[in-house]
């Protein structure tokens, strides 16, 4: 709930691909990921947010200019098919973004055409699908995000992203993961981009049910209400010619 | 010079438009602002640089493969002719400042593709063209870019350049200016990207012969020593597959 | 307000000193400082905010182990008497910020004890009293601190102070300060030191009614809405051993 | 060597206890840890630098007002003893390290009397003595720290240092480790402070020939190179009287 006492409007992006092309996945997810995650919102932020989904599949992928203008914080996961999104929404959702939008940018999103826009690294990484155990450590123990989650806490099975993880220096690192293979992971990170906020946050594969977990829903609903930013306006910002000086102007 | 005894390769991008089209401009730059920048850098570091000059109108914008490949530190000034530089070659320098090239944008260059690229924001920032006095401020006295150079230093008279200027709050905040309206601006910023490193320096107007002032060309070559660097790659970095936890690769 | 709906505790901490001395302090300040920073906090933030004050001349300076732990976000404001506050007291204080008590340190208090001990430098600046109309700039239109915050706006009449400011790059930088003499002034700072979060905000003379002025108001009101910390806790962190690894601990 | 053909002048600082009281350390820094890393500077260095060392048991701890107007950089590894470096030394050491001397602080340093006082945090951490193999991965590879560092490289039996470690966030992180328990740790942190530079190292345990590893070597030697301030001043600064504006002094 923003300090208003109006409820934050989350729109959970789902890519909606894996759950339709993989048993192991639906079964674990079996109304796709986005509903889960949504649930989580639901589940742990109760009436202080109002959540809504949308999918790749739906009429430009569910992100009219109405959905986004009515949208505090997106979330989006995304891992088959960034290049089916299209150029035209992700500037759309860039945007938004750069205007006081609240982006969580979620696992496999690391190559999300929205992030790299953001970044303007390449936002590669090194990986391994082998069951990893992911230990997820706290390093800015003060930061909101970190309300009420345990230090260290595990994920017992886990896609590994390890370093070097192309990404600029976070504004705030706020998470770094180990896994058992011994690789390290900036695992939460936050950045400000114009008007708005970004949180990268790497646990969440489609193939092990982390959504599920407790943890991980506190961190993503701590993350909504850190992202969401009261001054939000329509459009990012434009450059602005000032023809007077603001002491003459003054006088 | 680097540490191995060879010169830094400078090349200095100019886009080269205003000098055809207006006598003032051409009567303070007669061979080009990239002329004058070049030879700012022969001037202050002699040896320790090896400089050449491209510009838009070349083929490619003379920034073949070739060109970037041997080019250590790359400076870029640009102003009405943004969307006139090909999106490849754009794509192109980006990839190489990826991989390691040193980046020095110039002034207007705050919109050009690259920076735009890099940054992942508007760029936008508020402006005057009204004959202001800028004093430039260290705020970072230690930086390399620093040495050197007064605190304030004054330019005469220079294109206001006022906040709010939409971009990544800066790996390292070196200079701030104000103006004679009272406007500030953050003038001087670093960045790291993938390999490379982005320093972005505001003063430079077409109009005004800041290119010749001592105190500039000591900052700008102060730059392009802090942005060379020795380890820069010939590609940026693609994820990289590990099948092997490195500790049970070791074992 | 706190998510649970309690108030948040500020304990508005003044020097108190001038306000004895000066004719000119008292009748802007009747009631000390404290007190109209005190009303500045009731009047703009309400029920959301419980306020007391605590001066120099208390015993233990009015802030004993007690008053501390009850306190959610301090403000310091100091001047005269930097080497009056006992070295004890700013221990202590020390401590309670970084077990995560928020702390707002105004104009003169770059000198306090507190505030050096928390930056680890000099905090000297350039200084000048001869009434600078300053301009004060947001350049981070996302931050929670600039909401509803003019962009410029002006204090008329204000001590200069100007960089050199020997301070850590802030985390976040949230506002610079142009003076009429065409200083410049780092004048919003954040830092996060331990658990807690600090705020440097530079306006604030005593012999100018700044302290009335609804934009600083509303700035100081963001800053302990920021600062605030659900998760503060009792002592600062100490080493921990782990005899154990927490792989092996799990298995 | 500095751009202008003089070495670099080190000084290296050793506790110089653990080598006195115990058997095993001895066996693996027979001259003292000071000696260890003092030939590792002259190796991988050479003529670059002049390289000093100066321990505890010296008269002022071996660091007069002289030696420390002579050292470019100081390297600090300490651990049993802490208490008993001189307050007045270790402020006369934060004192040069503002004004402009590089310092590296190693290892069980992270809670000497100068660290914490340049970092104004507990720098308390997690730790184990139980001979964890750590991986040391570098998170800034364009960084001149990690110039011919192997990403990752490994370090056979090393105390553990795990998270949370009570730093302020680094102004550059450069590298991550992590450990058998896996545990994770900020390794290579990198800090401005006033116009001197801080790095901390945190491989170094005084029962691992650490200091004889190739790697660890070439870290430091990289960290020597980039601590060095060409503008090294005589006092940190203070705060300046400017008592008419700058633009009115140049009219």
Known sequence: MDATGHPIRVTVWGEN???YQSD????IYPHGMH??????FRHTLGDRVQVQTATLQ???HGLTEDVLAATDVLTWWGHKAHQEVDDAIAARVHDRVLSGMGLLVLHSAHYSKIFRLLMGTTCSLRWREA?????VWTVSPGHPITHGVPHPFTIPRQEMYGEYFDIPQPDELVFISSYSGGEVF???CCYRRGSGKVFYFSPGHETYPVYEQPEIQRVLANAVQWAFNADSSGTPLDSVNSPTGWYERQT
Chains 1, 2, 3, 4 share one sequence.
């Open 24 to 27: 192991i996945v639906r079964a």
């Open 35 to 40: 509903e889960t995650i949504a649930s989580g």
């Open 58 to 60: 739906q009429p430009e």
């Open 131 to 135: 069951d990893d155990r992911e230990l």
């Open 186 to 188: 900036r695992s939460g």
């Open 17 to 19: 691909v894996h759950e």
